[in-house]
C-alpha cells in the first residue's frame, strides 16, 4: 500500500535542563503571495542553517527552528501554510545531513509557546515535533487506507486533463496511462518547447492510436499569465476536469553549497507553477487535482535540499485545497528507476545504498499501481513508495531507524538511547585503545576504520578494496557521500567532523593522519586547536562595534580570562602580565589585542 503522512500524539517527557535550552529561529518570508512568501522563508532559513553549520563554537548545540503553522497533525487541525512548510522541508535535509544537530518544532500560533513547553518538545528526544493546545506531537508514517480499484473515481472521457512537464519521463508515463486505463480523450500537454520539444511527436502518435486527441502548448506553468491564456484556449465543448501536475528539475547539493538563486530554481517549475495551476483552477469543476511531490520532502534529502523544500510546499498545497473543498492529491513519490527518470542513472552502489536504509525503488508498473491506489484515498498527501521492511525492521533492532518510520516498525523506546550509549561507549572504547598502541599500530587501526566506513559508503565489498593513497575525488566522492562519511566517522569516533573533510583530507591516508590528532590530541595538537579557537575570538572582536558599556564588560571578561590563563602557568611566570593587565585602560588593552591579532 500506500503510507501517507500523518502526525500522532506523543507524551511529553521531563526537560532536561539547561543543556537543552535552544537557539531559537524566527518566522521568516512575509511576501505577497504564498509563492513570494516561500521564496522569503526558505531563503531566510537556508542562511540560518548556513550560519549556524560553518560556526565552529556551535558544534557541540544544536539549533532549534521554530515555526507556526508548518505542518497539519490531525484531520481537524488547520491546513499548513506552504510557505513554513517549504521551510520544513529544507530543514528536514540539513537534519538528513547533519544528524542530531537540528530539531524542527512548529506550534499553532495560539498564543507564544513557553521555554518551558519548547523544552518539553525538545526533552522528547523527536527531531520534529509540533505543539498544539499543550500537547506534543511527533510526525510518524502510517498505512493508508484505499478503496479498491471498483471504488476509484472514474475520469470524464469528454472532459480535458492538463498535463505539466509532459516531455518528461513521469509526464509521458502517466499521459499514455490516464488514457489506456482511465479512458481519458482529450488532453493539453505543457512543455516549454510544446510540440518541439524531443519526444513530443512520438507521445502524440503513441497517444492518436490509443484513441486520445492531444494538443501541445509551449508554456512555461510558473508564467501565470501564459498558464492563463492556455486554460482559457481549453474549448467549453471538452471542459477542464483534472491537472497532473509533473513538472520538475533536480539542482542537488549540501546545504552549504546552496543559494537562493538555486533555491528558486527548483522552486518555480515546482511550486510556484503549482500556485498557478491552484488558483487558475479554483472555479472549474475538476475531478482530480494530481500534484507529482517526492519522498524527499517528506523525509528530508540529503544533498536536496532545495528539491525537498519545493515538494513540501506541494504537499501543503494539497492539503491547503482539501480544507477549502477542493480535489487535491500530492504524491510524494520514491526513487523512479525507469530509464531517464530522476533515479534512472544512479549506478548500483547507489542503489543499494538506497535499499539498506528500507526504502526501495519504482519500477513504471510498481508506480502506475500505485496512483491507481492513490484515487481510492481521501488523504491529502500520499508517500507511494516500496519498503523493505525486513531492512527497517533490522534498523528498529539496532536503535537506528528513523523517527519517521516509527509507526511502522514497532521497536522499545530505550532502544535509541541505547545505541546512542552504545555509540559512546564505543568511540570511548577506540580512544582508550589507541591509548596503548604504538604510533603504526594507531595508523593502522585507524586506516581498518577509514577504509570500512569508505567502502560501506561505495558499496565495495570490504575495506581491502579500498587503495588508502588514491583520493576520495578519484573514487567517486562527491558532496553527498562526503556527508555520509563524515556522519558514519562521526558516529564511530565520537568526534564532531566538519563537512568538509573528504576535500580538506583528500585520501584515507591523510585523513587518518587528521583523525588521530582528533581523538588523541598531543600537546602541539591541543596548541593548534586554541590558536584556531583565537583565530574565531579574532574575527569576532574585529567585526564588533559595542557601546561604552559593552566594550567594559568585553574588556573585563578578555582581562578575566588572561588573568586565569597566567595563574595556571604559575606565580612566578604570570605575576608580570596580571600586574601590567591590572593597570591598564580599556584603550590600552586593545591596543594590545589589535597588536596581537592584527586587528585595527
Avoid at 504564498?34 to 531563503?43: K, L, S
Avoid at 543499494?352 to 488523504?379: K, Y
Wanted: glycine share 10%; proline share 6%.
Amino acid at each position: 500500500g500506500a503510507p501517507a503522512a500523518t502526525l500522532e500524539a506523543r507524551p511529553a517527557l521531563e526537560d532536561r535542563g539547561p543543556g537543552a535550552e535552544p537557539m531559537v529561529a524566527g518566522r521568516g518570508g512575509i511576501g505577497e503571495t504564498p509563492t513570494e512568501a516561500a521564496h522569503q522563508a526558505t531563503t531566510h532559513t537556508l542562511t540560518l542553517l548556513q550560519t549556524w553549520l560553518a560556526e565552529d563554537r556551535f558544534a557541540d548545540a544544536r539549533l532549534v527552528i521554530l515555526t507556526t503553522g508548518a505542518v497539519s497533525t490531525t484531520p481537524d487541525d488547520s491546513a499548513p501554510d506552504p510557505a513554513q512548510a517549504a521551510a520544513w522541508g529544507l530543514a528536514r535535509s540539513a537534519q538528513a545531513e547533519n544528524p542530531d544537530r537540528i530539531v524542527l518544532v512548529d506550534t499553532d500560533g495560539q498564543g507564544e509557546a513557553t521555554q518551558k513547553t519548547v523544552a518539553a518538545a525538545l526533552s522528547t528526544g523527536e527531531p520534529q515535533t509540533a505543539i498544539r493546545d499543550g500537547a506534543i506531537r511527533a510526525p510518524r508514517l502510517a498505512r493508508a487506507t484505499v478503496a479498491t480499484e471498483n471504488q476509484a473515481p472514474e475520469w470524464n472521457p469528454e472532459g480535458t486533463v492538463l498535463i505539466t512537464g509532459a516531455t518528461g519521463t513521469l509526464g509521458t508515463l502517466f499521459a499514455k496511462h490516464v488514457v489506456a486505463e482511465q479512458g481519458v480523450r482529450h488532453l493539453v500537454l505543457l512543455s516549454r518547447r510544446g510540440a518541439e520539444a524531443p519526444g513530443a511527436a512520438e507521445l502524440t502518435t503513441e497517444l492518436t492510436e490509443l484513441g486520445a486527441e492531444a494538443r501541445w502548448a509551449a508554456c512555461d506553468a510558473a508564467d501565470r499569465t501564459a498558464l492563463a491564456e492556455v486554460i482559457e484556449s481549453i474549448p467549453t465543448a471538452h471542459p477542464l476536469t483534472a491537472v497532473i501536475h509533473t513538472a520538475g528539475v533536480l539542482d542537488d547539493g549540501v546545504i552549504a553549497s546552496l543559494t537562493p538563486e538555486r533555491m528558486a530554481a527548483v522552486a518555480r517549475p515546482k511550486a510556484d507553477a503549482a500556485w498557478n495551476l491552484h488558483e487558475l483552477t479554483q472555479d472549474a469543476d475538476l475531478s482530480a487535482f494530481i500534484l507529482f511531490s517526492s519522498a524527499a520532502g517528506v523525509f528530508g534529502g540529503p544533498g536536496q535540499g532545495n528539491y525537498a523544500a519545493a515538494n513540501a510546499f506541494l504537499d501543503a498545497l494539497a492539503q491547503h485545497r482539501t480544507a477549502q473543498g477542493l480535489p487535491a492529491t500530492s504524491l510524494a513519490w520514491g526513487l523512479w528507476s525507469v530509464a531517464g527518470g530522476m533515479g534512472g542513472e544512479l549506478d548500483e552502489a547507489e542503489i543499494a545504498r538506497i535499499r539498506r536504509g528500507g526504502i526501495g525503488v519504482l519500477t513504471a508498473e510498481t508506480g502506475l499501481e500505485l496512483f491507481n491506489a492513490a484515487q481510492g484515498s481521501d488523504e491529502a498527501v500520499l508517500v507511494p513508495l516500496p519498503l523493505d521492511m525486513a531492512a527497517l525492521r533490522a534498523q528498529a533492532g539496532s536503535g537506528m531507524l528513523p523517527a519517521l518510520f516509527r509507526g511502522l516498525v514497532r521497536a522499545p523506546a530505550r532502544r535509541a538511547a541505547e545505541s546512542a550509549a552504545a555509540a559512546a561507549a564505543g568511540a570511548e572504547a577506540l580512544r582508550e585503545r589507541l591509548g596503548g598502541l604504538s604510533e603504526p599500530e594507531r595508523e593502522e587501526v585507524l586506516l581498518e576504520l577509514v577504509c570500512t566506513q569508505v567502502a560501506a559508503v561505495l558499496g565495495y565489498p570490504g575495506p581491502e578494496t579500498v587503495d588508502p593513497a588514491r583520493s576520495f575525488s578519484e573514487v567517486g566522492f562527491d558532496s553527498l557521500t562526503a556527508v555520509e562519511l563524515r556522519n558514519r566517522l562521526n558516529a564511530t569516533t565520537g568526534v564532531r567532523l566538519p563537512a568538509t573533510l573528504v576535500f580538506d583530507y583528500p585520501t584515507p591516508n591523510a585523513l587518518v593522519e587528521y583523525l588521530r590528532g582528533e581523538i588523541l590530541p598531543d600537546d602541539a595538537t591541543a596548541v593548534t586547536s586554541l590558536l584556531a579557537e583565537l583565530d574565531g575570538l579574532e574575527k569576532s572582536l574585529s567585526g564588533a562595534t559595542p557601546d561604552d558599556e559593552g566594550r567594559s564588560r568585553i574588556t573585563a571578561r578578555l582581562q578575566a580570562l588572561l588573568a586565569q590563563w597566567n595563574d595556571d602557568r604559575g606565580p612566578e611566570d604570570g605575576a608580570g602580565v596580571a600586574e601590567e593587565l591590572e593597570s591598564a585602560t580599556d584603550d590600552d588593552l586593545f591596543d594590545f589585542i589589535g597588536k596581537e591579532f592584527g586587528i585595527s
